[in-house]
């Protein structure tokens, strides 16, 4: 079954230049603890220590803030940084474990994977869960995708080895491909992160869950580096559409979640709005969304809950009538 590693406040800054407030990291990551996702990954989105590195992407808060700030917020998730060898040190890892870090993805490009090891080898003695992401995944051929992964599941210091498709570049097919013929030869879990250059992250991360990926990278909106990532609210729906995820979790909630608490802080939009999604989710065509409307308003109900009852009932041809029966339904349910 699928587990879902959100991204927003992590590959999320890449959109706000790294400016993501203590506050606004911790509304995000009370929202998203609240919501049920149990991994959330935070900080810069290139990674610890990246503010020191690099002080011309130096993040608004420092990485051990964002993590104690996430802990003091989040009750039940776990609390993830990214770490790339050579723009962190161990010194910052070990800085954020004692910040009370619960996970690390440790990422290096496909052609440098043992760059991995020492921080692999650090983190795990640390006691983390430990995922290694293989960036720019689709820069070797499948089968050679397959000896590297071999060679680092030989290490049996991971939790997760993620084919990495950081150019947003590749297909369906051949994430499907490159998972499930991994799969053979490695004991590790496998995981998929996704970007949206091709408008293929969704599709790309449901193929990879589908090929026996275990985790799968997602944030609010699809917020993220370049063109973003694969839309959480969307994936969350096809997943459990297609019996595949671990996690029940209420698509009205994530809706008012992504509109409310993180679309405020995009400079500039990513991903598809609740309401379209809701269209897809509840087979129903925008041709009636004005009666949809008028009845919602009329009894001050929800849209997005009498679309998806009236579509349940009749998706080809609903009437008013029918509106008016399901909005007059939830007014007897509310009072009793």
């Not at 203590?22 to 935070?42: M, P």
Request: proline letters at 2%; a negative charge; charged letters at 20%.
């Amino acid at each position: 079954m699928i587990r879902l590693v959100e991204n927003t406040v992590r590959d999320g800054s890449y959109l706000v230049d790294f400016q993501f407030s203590l506050a606004q990291s911790n509304n995000i990551c009370a929202g998203l603890d609240a919501l049920g996702f149990e991994f959330i990954e935070v900080g810069h989105g290139l990674g610890l220590g990246a503010s020191k590195k690099l002080p011309d992407m130096k993040a608004c808060e420092s990485d051990c803030d964002y993590i104690l700030g996430a802990k003091s917020v989040a009750t039940n998730s776990k609390i993830g940084s990214f770490f790339i060898p050579g723009i962190g040190e161990i010194d910052d890892l070990a800085a954020a474990i004692d910040a009370g870090l619960d996970f690390v993805r440790i990422g290096a490009n496909i052609d440098r994977f043992d760059e991995m090891l020492s921080a692999a080898n650090f983190a795990k003695k640390k006691g983390l869960w430990v995922g290694l992401n293989l960036m720019k995944s689709y820069g070797v051929k499948s089968y050679e995708f397959v000896q590297i992964a071999k060679k680092i599941d030989s290490w049996g210091l991971s939790d997760a080895i993620y084919l990495v498709d950081s150019a947003g570049c590749m297909t369906p097919d051949e994430v499907f491909s490159y998972i499930a013929t991994t799969r053979d030869f490695i004991t590790t879990p496998m995981g998929f992160h996704g970007h949206n250059n091709l408008s293929l992250a969704v599709a790309n991360s449901l193929a990879a869950a589908k090929a026996g990926a275990t985790y799968i990278d997602t944030s609010i909106l699809g917020m993220g580096r370049s063109a973003g990532n694969a839309q959480t609210e969307i994936l969350t729906h096809l997943l459990a559409k297609e019996g595949l995820i671990a996690n029940s979790f209420d698509q009205y909630q994530l809706y008012t979640f992504a509109n409310k608490v993180v679309k405020p802080l995009m400079p500039v939009e990513q991903g598809v709005d609740g309401e379209s999604i809701h269209v897809g989710v509840s087979k129903f065509h925008t041709s009636y969304m004005p009666l949809a409307k008028e009845v919602a308003a009329e009894f001050e109900l929800d849209v997005m809950r009498l679309i998806k009852e009236v579509s349940d009932i009749n998706c080809l041809n609903p009437n008013r009538k029918l509106f008016v029966d399901i909005a007059n339904t939830h007014l007897a349910k509310n009072k009793n």
